[in-house]
Structures are given as structure tokens and as C-alpha cells.
């Protein structure tokens, strides 16, 4: 009859090892998936912004109807009317700050007064259109910001309305571009913490069975890394409160 007491400790060895083993593979992942991310910000150094500039489209394509050229839109007596910065400033400078993480809020709030800055005669028709809002009292606005003129209640009203869409689309396209860029990035980073792991199972194994447990290491290593300590902590915490009970 076996020993009991024997039993039991082959059984603890049993759980301590299949813990150790699992601490290992989450050290391994997370170590691994943290090399991966570090070397897609490598790659936000090419010129363009790599990965950075991931989720700007989104932005670009929000603001275009409010990023009209006034030359575009209107001319008076043949003279052109001017503008005060052209879209392709706005645009350089709002993916600027995308590329250097400047903070959410103050990027909105650029983006908004650029274009707000660029509300002239020439465009305050378009603009109105794209907003929704009265396009004659618009136009009022335009010209009387232009000479300094003081706004009645109604163009006041006009102009608010105005702000408030433009704030509503730019909220919607910063955080649909915030997700493309977090998601493309998480993506950028598994694909080359997989490459690495199923290059690593092949120098180490050769052609095998293990290179799916490679590859199953390179999928896991990007989501593990932030919460591989957290998670190991808490198996082992677990553990010790198990032992506990079945001590």
C-alpha cells in the first residue's frame, strides 16, 4: 500500500514543478512581447512616423470638410480671397503633434482653433454646410471676425453651434484614431514577438511539434507583457493559499 505521506509530497513536487513551469512561461512571454514592443518604437524613428502615424488617416478624413481652401470656394470681383493658413499647414502641423503623443485634449483643442483660424469668406459657405448650420449667418460671422465687428446674438449662437459640431467630430475621430493606433501597434508587436519565437524553437528544436509551442508563445507574449508580473504574483499568491487550505 503506498506510503501517504510519500504521496503527498510526490504530489507537491508535481504542483510545485507545473507552477514553475508556468511562472517560466509567463516570465518568458512577457520578457519576450516586451522586446517586441520596444522594437516597433524603433521603428516610429523612419521618416513618416512608422507605426506613429497609424490611426492619423482617421483624423484626416474627419476634418477634411472643415479644411477647405477659401481661394476654392469664392471670389470677389476676380480678386481671390485669401487664406490664412492653407490645409496642408493645418494638416503638417496637426500630425506633429499625433507623432510626438502631445496630449489628447490639447490636440483637439488645436485642431479646432486652427480651424476656426482658417474660417474666412471664402470658405464660411462649405464650412456652414459641413457643420449644419445657417450658411448666410455664417457668412455674416466670417466678415464681421475679418473687420473686427462685434457678432449679434444670432451669429453668436450660429458660431457656438459650429464649435459644438466640430468638438463632436473631432472627439469621434481622435479616439477612433487613438484605437487604430493601439491596435495597430499590439499587432506590429505580435507579429514580430511570433516571428522571433518561432525562429528561437527552431534553432533551439529544429523542425518539431515544439515550433507550435513557439508559435503559441509569440501570440501570448504581446498581451502577457504588461500583466506578466501581476499574473505571476498572483499564481503564486494562490498557490501559498492553497497549500495553506491543504495543509
Known amino acids: ?41 524603433t521603428l516610429k524613428s523612419r521618416d513618416g512616423g512608422g507605426p506613429s502615424s497609424v490611426g492619423f488617416s482617421d483624423i484626416e478624413t474627419a476634418l477634411a470638410p472643415f479644411l477647405v481652401e477659401p481661394s476654392a470656394q469664392a471670389r470677389s470681383g476676380g480678386t481671390t480671397v485669401p487664406t490664412v493658413l492653407s ?49 448666410t449667418k455664417m457668412l455674416s460671422v466670417a466678415q464681421k471676425v475679418a473687420t473686427g465687428t462685434a457678432l449679434a446674438p444670432d451669429e453668436v449662437n450660429v458660431l457656438g453651434q459650429f464649435e459644438a459640431v466640430v468638438s463632436a467630430v473631432l472627439d469621434e475621430a481622435y479616439e477612433r484614431a487613438d484605437q487604430r493606433y493601439r491596435n ?38 504581446t498581451p502577457l507583457a504588461p500583466i506578466a508580473k501581476d499574473l505571476a504574483s498572483s499564481l503564486q499568491a494562490a498557490s501559498k493559499a492553497v497549500g495553506t487550505v491543504k495543509g
Open 1 to 41: 500500500m503506498p506510503d501517504p505521506a510519500t504521496t503527498a509530497a510526490a504530489t507537491g513536487d508535481l504542483l510545485t514543478g507545473g507552477l514553475t513551469t508556468i511562472l517560466n512561461f509567463i516570465a518568458a512571454a512577457g520578457g519576450l512581447g516586451t522586446a517586441a514592443m520596444g522594437l516597433v518604437d
Open 87 to 135: 490645409k496642408q499647414k493645418i494638416l503638417a502641423t496637426l500630425k506633429a503633434n499625433w507623432l510626438n503623443g502631445v496630449d489628447k485634449a490639447e490636440q483637439k483643442a488645436k485642431a479646432k482653433s486652427l480651424i476656426h483660424l482658417g474660417l474666412t469668406q471664402g470658405n464660411a459657405a462649405a464650412l456652414a454646410g459641413a457643420a449644419g448650420v445657417d450658411q
Open 184 to 221: 495597430g501597434t499590439k499587432l506590429r508587436a505580435t507579429i514580430i514577438a511570433t516571428v522571433l519565437a518561432v525562429i528561437g524553437g527552431w534553432v533551439l528544436y529544429g523542425i518539431s511539434w515544439q515550433l507550435a509551442l513557439s508559435f503559441l508563445v509569440g501570440l501570448s507574449a
